[in-house]
């Protein structure tokens, strides 16, 4: 095992196996997923931001770079070596180093990387950070409650349902959403689920 160290904000973290490469995102990364926009609108039916054009696509990574910067937050954009292309997003999230507490969402990925094992590895890559090298003891996933989808992948991996946050957070068409609560402890993390999800990507 990596000897544990403190979570930097300032180095260029870089996660990558054999399915992708995770990269700290960059400003002009609004170029390599802006696209997305317009070819699968759909992609953020779910999400507390108004993305609608390539200049809110801008605006979202410009929102993520700075949260980097107040270390709050630290994002990645997704490189699928499948494909050989970008195809989204993820980031580290309400990173509270004093409770060793971070929150893993704002994650997003192209229609074509559903139903294959992408989200697995990039999730064990962001898991292995946070428990085996940065020492957190609390990874927490959220979603729209009736984002059935991100619910399941997140259950796949291993998290727990916690529950349910009722009239939780507004959405860009003005409505309320409910928010379900997931997590995974680094005690669960040791006990089973790194090796079970390890095994599920070799499957």
Known sequence: ML????????E????ENERLLLRPLQVSDASLLGHYVN???DLWQYSLAAITNTKDVE???????????????????VF????????????FYDIQLNFQTTQIGYTWYSKK??????????????????????????????????NKRSIAAMQKIGCTVEGVL??????????????????????????????ALAAKLKA
């Open 3 to 10: 000897a544990l160290k403190p979570f930097d904000f300032t």
């Open 12 to 15: 260029e973290i870089i996660l």
């Open 39 to 41: 070819e699968e609108p």
């Open 59 to 77: 605006k979202y990574i410009q929102a993520a770079i700075e949260a980097r910067e107040n270390k709050t937050s630290y994002a990645f954009i």
């Open 80 to 91: 699928d070596k499948l494909l050989n292309t970008y195809v989204g997003c993820t980031r």
């Open 113 to 146: 990387c559903w139903g294959t094992k992408l989200n697995e590895n990039c999730k064990f890559l962001l898991l292995q950070l946070a428990f085996d090298q940065m020492g957190f003891e609390r990874v927490e996933f959220r979603a729209d409650n009736n």
């Open 166 to 195: 009722r009239n939780h957070l507004p959405m860009p068409n003005g409505k309320r959403r409910d928010s379900i609560v997931l997590s995974i402890l680094k005690e669960d993390w040791n006990a089973s689920l790194k090796q």
